[in-house]
């Protein structure tokens, strides 16, 4: 589960988005993978990509779903499940899909800032 938060890392240094945020986004989207899905049961997987343009940086976690229920925020205070939450107050947007084989991948995107320069290396 930490090597997706330091493949993100290492990948978007000086790309000048918000790390920290990056990093805590992409925590509770893989810990809810590794929770709720397939990807959680031995041998199972999650997938990073990113993606940068000028402007921002969107990235992707794919899970093994099987899942038959949506991703989604509570209506109400509760001890858990507010890790979308915090996705959608940091991110950008962000949003999810489902492929045929059953796949789910959960995205969000954050604004590029200053310190881009020579990025990507």
Known sequence: MRE???YL?????GAG????????????????????????RPGGQVWAAVIATDEQVRVEVIDQSEARSEP???????????????VQELAA???????RNGYTT????????????????
Do not use: K
């Open 93 to 99: 947007r962000w949003d999810w899909s489902r492929d």
């Open 106 to 121: 959960v995205w969000f995107q954050v604004p590029r800032t200053g310190g881009a320069a020579g990025w990507p290396r």
């Open 9 to 13: 890392r290492e990948a978007l240094d």
């Open 72 to 86: 989604w925020i509570p209506p109400y205070p509760v001890l858990s499940g507010r890790g979308l939450l915090i």
């Open 17 to 40: 988005a918000d790390l920290d945020d990056v990093d805590l986004m992409a925590a509770e989207i893989v810990t809810n993978a590794v929770r709720h899905t397939a990807s959680g």
């Open 4 to 6: 997706v938060p330091a």
